[in-house]
DNA sequence: ATCGTCTGTCGAACCGATTCGTTGAATCGA
DNA sequence: TCGATTCAACGAATCGGTTCGACAGACGAT
């Protein structure tokens, strides 16, 4: 089922064969239909392998995943999700590695057996290896998130500072006055992990600005952290009676501290946060959430490779995105004693 | 940096060098150290798709998942996450493709471009063009979930039947009469979905050997769906006190319509159901449920896929998995009138 | 009748690996 | 000292496509 047959039953060259499929140079009318034909009843396809070696791109793209797949956010699933779609819409195979560190054998398998065109990188850090290595081994790449030295490189990224700052707004303009950050781990957080420092800056920006006091936590993601973490906030800081936060897995546990404590949401306490839409509308009381747009970025992300693929050498564009807040019910004037 | 590029720096061959990388013939020791030095330095790393179409295989997998734009399930997500780590531990790469007819452009590429090895295939129906499909391409599957003809081939599944029956059972034996079976959407149903069918027959069963009534509903894969649900279950079932589902994604709908209604759960109202282990930790009481283990499906799915691209003409494998229910927050006695 | 142009097709080279058959040198036993 | 064996390396073929240069035949212009 290889070029050569199709040739020899319809009676042409190989390369007669190739050139009515890529139309590169023109065939009789008769010859072409007569090769269509062999093709229909064969169902003859050009193998990849071959395709990719001769013509030195594989039509393919690479998605790098935060390891552990079993702990992806929801946000990190739209947005997996999107590139998918976004890929296929332009017939192109996604190939995914789940690996964090630069000498992981799939990231290497990927980038430097030349199995792609280019890469997607989703959760960078400010100082990230693997953005290193992309730009050493001379692949084409996109970042979700970026790193310290945000002009040398392609990304799209959400505006965290300015999200949070909007929520401590919000939150402020309800007549909140003592207000927590949860936001990401700690050992994130050291890593270097850019949306939990912007997180912060705009945090303590906004906090500053409103005249408002304002304790930042640090949480893992998920729901018994952040049980843990509004156990602590209450116990260390009664008067705080409002959240932000950027970490969404620990919402449920968050949630459920507060129910214990006997604080309803948001009649005595109110959240805001940075969520997929999809999820901030799920969650019970639905949470006011700037609505981060992850269908969106995956297909701009794809774009964006997809140029720069085609572009290696341009300037590096950048996409940063600060989608506004959508009020639902987690939020509401802060309590006033009877 | 091809393997030419290595023979020349190092005063050897190609083949000389291919057989210091594979090991398949003698090198002498003093030969190899020269070539991985080289090796070292260019940090050369052979040419997939070189490599690909002379061995006619590819190293990597296939996995084909619904298609994008709907949500992937949470036990769904985890199976991905396991399918790729599984398939890492063995240096295998994964080719996604979102895909659900067998017109699908992507799974096409994949399938007869010969693009992958072998494809794992997610949700399966009863009849499905795409296990046609691969059968005639020849190209080696495993499924998750089975068709009407499951001695033919691959696949691991969970034993719906078994699984709702056991919910069954719990509810009956707590002393809930009167049960409601929130099964997935009419329009899965139709299209031979198969755990909505095999849920369907282990709920019929089961109810009919405890004797209770019980009453099938069918429901879209979202809260608002399953809000919607529970509301006609309540109106038109009054004596309903428990459900059993395979629905988790309707759930948060569910319970939002139940706290509507007054009904405390599991104080007033009880729900069992199959559900992914954290999501069921996750759920709010947290849900009583069979823990579909989606981890281990994922990696079984892995090693029978290997075993069968290996031997090709054995005998087809399957595995039917039947987890125990974990006890949680979502069940309780019957509520007894006072 | 001759030259140039245009069409449609073919043959051969090439992409970068693997692998088979071969060969020259070193080693060994008789 | 010679043939047999082993070791280490080489050269060429091959996988299945794409693409470049060549070329035969038809056609039109001069």
Redesign the pocket.
Known sequence: ????EIARRS??????V??A??G?????E??RRRIQEVIDELDYR??AA??A???GRTRTLGLVIPPAGGRLTYMQLEFVASVLEAAARVDLDVLLSPSGGDHDRSFERIVSGRRVDGVIVMEIRLEDPRVTRLQKAGMPFVTIGHTAQPHETCWVDVDYATLISRCVYHLADLGHHHIALINRSAELLAAGYGPGHRAREGFTAAVEQRAVTGVEFCCADDAPAGEACMEQILDAHPEITAVATINEAALPGVQRALERAGLDVPGRFSIAGVAAKHWAEEFRPQLTAADVPALEMGSLAVDLLIERIAEPNAAPKHRLLAPPISLRSSTAPAFAAP
């Not at 089922?1 to 050569?4: E, F, L, P, R, V």
């Not at 590169?24 to 009789?28: A, G, P």
């Open positions: 089922m290889n070029i050569g009676g042409v060259s190989r390369s007669t190739s050139y499929l890529s590169k140079r023109t065939v009789s008769a010859t050009p193998n071959a395709r070696l001769k013509e």
